[in-house]
């Protein structure tokens, strides 16, 4: 008989994650030139696993933010990747 699975891990969610990277777990990337120089970014590679308690499975996924500064400040964006 197939059992539920249980987490071992407190959960996080990215804005907390966030709070506890360092200036060491940033890399710059060139992004692409464009008409005013080259599109620049920090960006933040980390393996995640992304727990589906209705389908009682575990995805690992790519969670990869970036940082990029503009006019008003700092622009902070993340995605998953399969």
Do not use: C
């Amino acid at each position: 008989m197939p059992k539920r699975l249980t987490v071992m891990e407190q959960s996080i969610n990215v804005s907390e994650y966030l709070k506890k990277l360092d200036r060491d777990d940033w890399e710059e990337i060139k992004v692409r030139q464009t008409a005013k120089g080259s599109l620049k970014g920090l960006y933040h590679f980390a393996k995640v696993y992304i727990w589906d308690k209705n389908e009682n499975r575990v995805e690992e996924r790519m969670l990869v933010i970036r940082r990029v500064r503009n006019k008003s400040g700092e622009e902070i964006k993340y995605s998953f990747v399969s």
